[in-house]
């Protein structure tokens, strides 16, 4: 019983994560999207859950089944994401690890876009709102501790850290994401944990594995022993 609290650190904290790709409509039958899977934001939040907290998981359209302990707040667009994730706050803890769609269609079609003989239709864009950057600079409403992930295929340190200060995150969890690494879709990850202190290397594991590594992590930084 005394070990029970022990194990589950926590417990009374409540945690918004994100998870998986956003559909952005174009008109009733198509969208835009990419390949998310999801699967990192579930096990974070999966992993979250084993740890005692309450768990609140924003997610765009994936193929896996809802946590145990975990209340899904399903939304396509990232502006159903950011209205959701406002919804859900305040909490202690975030981690956006959703593939927000960088653009959506500026005006969504309300009938099917029709071939018009070789005619082609211009589809004019908006830059989706950054629901990482509006969360992470709230006033009284911001939670303690708000993790990004860095999706780069290139110079993943370099740009992981400017986006760190850009955004104006606590932690930044970037990854290769890049052609052959197998993370978009796949099952395994490697992280480096970027924070103004450190820059740690995490060995290449799956998803699950680096779930529970966040996990425990935040537990830490709860219990007072900051990263
Ligand atoms: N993110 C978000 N809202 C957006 C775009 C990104 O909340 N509209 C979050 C992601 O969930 C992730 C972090 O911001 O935690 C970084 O996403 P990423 O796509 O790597 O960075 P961007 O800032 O979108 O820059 P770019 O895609 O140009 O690299
Ligand atoms: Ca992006």
């Given at each position: 019983f005394f070990q029970k609290n022990a194990e589950k650190p926590l417990k009374g904290r409540k945690m918004?994560?994100?998870a998986g790709p956003t559909h952005e409509p174009i008109d009733p039958v198509r969208y835009i999207a990419n390949r998310s899977?999801?699967?990192q934001g579930y096990a974070i939040a999966a992993a979250l859950a084993d740890l005692g907290a309450d768990v609140v998981l924003v997610s765009g359209p994936t193929r896996l089944e809802t946590p145990r302990g975990v209340t899904l707040k399903s939304i396509e667009s990232a502006k159903d994401?950011?209205?959701a994730c406002?919804?859900?706050?305040?909490?202690?803890g975030a981690i956006f690890a959703a593939a927000v769609a960088d653009w959506r269609v500026e005006t969504e079609s309300d009938q099917k876009i029709k071939?018009?003989?070789?005619?082609l239709p211009h589809l004019c864009l908006a830059e989706n709102p950054d629901i990482l950057a509006t969360v992470s600079t709230l006033g009284k409403n911001r939670p303690t501790l708000v993790v990004g992930f860095a999706a780069e295929t290139q110079a993943i340190i370099e740009n992981g850290k400017a986006k760190l200060a850009k955004k104006g995150c606590d932690w930044i969890l970037a990854n290769d994401v890049g052609i052959g690494t197998g993370t978009f879709g796949g099952d395994e990850n490697q992280i480096i944990l970027l924070?103004?202190?450190l820059v740690e290397e995490w060995p290449k594991q799956s998803k699950e594995?680096?779930?529970?590594t966040v996990a425990a992590r935040i537990a830490t930084y709860f219990q007072g022993d900051d990263v």
């Open positions: 918004l994560v994100t899977s999801g699967k994401m950011l209205a406002e919804a859900a706050l305040p909490v202690d071939k018009r003989d070789g005619q924070t103004d202190k594995a680096v779930a529970r």
